[in-house]
């Protein structure tokens, strides 16, 4: 079992930037595969990305590729979001999410571990 506590969150202005860290308590977080999701009012939890524990490669959603960035420092057991030129469309709740697995996932059913979730809001 992992916990995962998010934080970062935040109101900031369209084009601003905001940097979402969410830190695991499982020494063995190297071993997870590891993804940032979001949910706004009204709307599904979509994908946002997701990262390899073995080659750290990565996997965006379409809608915030080239703007965001995931990764993760291991010895801290902490993943990052960067988020750039954000947008009033990227307010929502982000979510992190955990996997013992290797490999890339994005669908929330793929993932067994929840974090309790962050407010991030873009003002235009």
């Known amino acids: 079992q992992v916990q995962l506590v998010e934080s970062g969150g935040g109101l900031v202005q369209a084009g601003g930037s905001l940097r979402l860290s969410c830190a695991a308590s499982q020494r063995t977080f190297s071993t997870y595969a590891m993804g940032w999701f979001r949910q706004a009012p009204g709307k599904e939890r979509e994908f946002v990305a997701a990262i390899n524990w073995i080659d750290t490669s990565t996997y965006y959603a379409n809608s915030v590729k080239s703007r965001f960035t995931i990764s993760r420092e291991n010895a801290k057991n902490t993943l990052f979001l960067q988020m750039n030129s954000l947008k009033p469309e990227d307010t929502a709740v982000y979510y992190c999410?955990?996997?013992?697995?290797?490999?890339?996932?994005?669908?929330?059913?793929?993932?067994?571990?929840w974090g309790q979730g962050t407010q991030v809001t873009v003002s235009s």
């Open positions: 999410a955990a996997r013992r697995a290797s490999g890339i996932y994005n669908t929330r059913y793929e993932y067994d571990f």
